[in-house]
């Protein structure tokens, strides 16, 4: 029995529970014994065929009610199936009390009631189940199970209930209704019991397979008794008789194994497909029979709603995969973020535009955009607060171009709109979706470079517009990179070259090193153009630093070395204050953190500094080392240089500090500077 059942459970009860299941298996093994070597024959088959075999019918029964008890998981429906085994053991008791030995058999009796009673409270323990562990099921499922009951069905009414049928149309009323019960509840707890097994996907989990398996074993040798009986070949203490003990032990073992995870049913492959086509061949078998042998007439309605089931099966089967294959081509067609067209629908309908010919007095109209600023948004407010943007933005794209046109998301921060318009309409139609895909609010804005062709008389085909659109849309976002972050740049410079003209001077040389040491890193233009910016910029804080300060001879008091600390967060929200320079801002803030963990202003450690900052720091440091000043010699540069190694693992980023001593640093040479 599971520990997984059990582990709630107080000492005494699961104490109680591992005994009571090892008395009940030893029960059963003496019984088996019993009936297959004839263990306690000749004087003991009171002992062993009625009170041990009651009292397992009986454990069994106390043990799913025990468990309906203490566990309130699925108590409902071992309660049910608890209280049907409590009747059948009922019926057993009083079978062995009245009527054996007696040697009549009266049917019915208050036996027949009690074994008739299981099958109502099984089926409802069984469905109570099945709605607590497998949760909901799409309708093929019902109809999977509906098909592979009546295959089974149809099968057992062939082979068993012929003659079963036959001993039992003598007799009175109802004795015939009475021995008619026993199959019918039979074949309908077997069908249910497949039913259930296809509502899981045919994949039930140990509690759910060991009860199943009890069920099939008790309704299973039900059958075969009530065929034996009618061939008058049954024979009382046989192997048969330990079939049912059996099959209440699997029942009772059940109800303590833990029970599976609740889950959906979904389509598993190879088996969905499998069991209706094997449904279908025994149907088919079944009707094959009934045109060549004596089989009953059940037996082929039975086979003939199986095959209809199949049918359906196959339509609900064709229909999902329209549906499925519908759904596929939808999510290849679009982006799933924005639900905007993707890259792969532009190419198509752009080739369908290409091919013909626009309405007279009409051009085709393709205008890619690509979002200014959505870098430093996403990374100062994160990539879902980024997701959310982007989908606001193409929310608002859709809509404009809606009855217009179509609207695309390419991939990252990149979109897309394609029309017919007239040539009067162009330049609205563009400027609308780029003021659709702009915002504004506090710390960012986002704006749209964007790059347009008219078809065919700029580009004839697809890739040339493409082609073309792209180089256009990249010529207008550098130019408003050069238009806003330079300007805003410039200005500061130049405050800061009135200001100081000695740390003007500095920060050019650390811009020109910072520059070479992110070009031998290969790292991208856009990047590259940063890092320039923000060491050219690193320092502006220090315009709110008194002179008094900066120019000290001696070191620094505590309090002073307090205000000078704060001057890269002034340098942050001075660049800040330009949203196209919130990228260039962010490093600022970063460089005089430490690889180690003890820089300022929020102590970041190791790659938690932007790279960014970390190659300002390193090209600071050693133009401050080379550089002379009120308060310090100048180094030779190759003693700054060990300095530097010196430093790489707790003031410096090592690899920086690698790539730097490779790059020339040769100070009398002007930076490059990059183009805008």
Known sequence: MADEMTADLSDRTRLLVRIGGGLLLAGFIVYLLHVTVGLGSGGGEGLFGTWLYDGLMLGAAVSCLLRALVVGRERVGWALLGAGLVAYAAG?????????????????????????????????????????????????????????????????????LGPIVAASSSGDVAAAA????????????????????????????????TLGLGLIVLAGSDVVYLLQAAQG?????????????????????????????????????????????LAALAAIGVLFAERYLAVPTGAAVLALATL?????????????????????????????????????????????????APAPGTVGLLVMFDLDGFKAYNDAFGHPAGD??????????????????????????????????????????????????????????????????????EASTSDAALTLADRRMYA?????????????????????????????EHLLSVAGLALRVAEARALGSEQRDEIFRAAELHDVGKVAIPDAILNKPGPLEAAEWEFMRKHTLIGERIIAAAPALVPVARLVRST???????????????????????????CDAYEAMVTERPYSV??????????????????????????????????????????D
């Open 388 to 457: 959310a943007l982007l989908t606001r933005l193409g929310s608002r794209l859709q809509a404009f171009t809606a009855g217009r046109g179509d609207a695309y998301r390419l991939g990252g921060d990149e979109f897309c709109l394609l029309c017919e318009c007239t040539a009067a309409e162009v330049d609205a139609l563009v400027a609308g979706g780029a003021a659709a895909l702009s915002e504004r609010g506090d710390g960012f804005l986002i704006t749209a470079a964007q790059g347009s062709v008219l078809l065919p008389g």
């Open 92 to 160: 057993e008791i009083y079978y062995s009390a009245a009527i054996t030995g007696s040697g009549e058999l009266p049917i019915p009796s208050p036996a027949d009631i009690g074994y008739l009673a299981f099958y109502p409270l099984a089926y409802a323990g069984l469905i109570a189940l099945v709605r607590g562990q497998l949760g909901s099921f799409p309708a093929v499922r019902w109809l999977d199970g509906l098909i592979a009951a009546g295959a089974v069905a149809a099968l057992t009414t062939a082979l068993a």
């Open 233 to 277: 070949t049954y024979v009382e203490d046989g192997l048969l008789d330990a079939a049912w003990p059996l099959g209440v032990l699997l029942l009772a073992a059940a109800a303590w194994l833990a029970p599976a995870v609740r889950r959906g049913a979904g389509e598993v492959g190879l088996r969905v497909a499998l069991v209706p086509a």
């Open 476 to 504: 207008n976002k550098s130019g408003e990179r050069a238009s806003a972050g330079s300007q805003s740049r410039d200005v500061l410079l130049s405050a800061l070259r009135e200001r100081r003209p000695e740390l003007h």
């Open 308 to 356: 209809l089931g199949v049918v359906a099966r196959m339509a609900l089967s064709f229909r999902e995969t329209q549906l499925s294959l519908r759904e596929s081509v939808h999510e290849s067609l679009t982006d799933p973020l924005t639900e905007l067209a993707n890259r792969r629908s532009l190419m198509e309908d752009l080739g369908a535009m290409a091919a013909r």
């Open 592 to 618: 005089h953190e430490r690889w180690d963990g003890a820089g300022y202003p929020d102590g970041l450690r190791g790659e938690q500094i932007p790279l960014g900052s970390r190659i300002i720091s390193v």
């Open 634 to 675: 100048a180094m030779m540069p190759a003693r700054a240089m060990e300095e530097l190694q010196q430093g790489a693992g707790s003031q410096f980023d090592p690899a920086v500090v690698a790539t730097f001593v490779r790059v020339p640093t040769d100070r009398d040479r002007r930076p490059p500077v990059p183009a």
């Open 178 to 209: 009475t021995n008619l019960a026993y199959p019918i509840a039979d074949l309908a707890l077997l069908s249910l019991i497949i039913t259930v097994a296809a509502l899981s996907g045919w994949r039930p989990g140990l509690s759910w397979l």
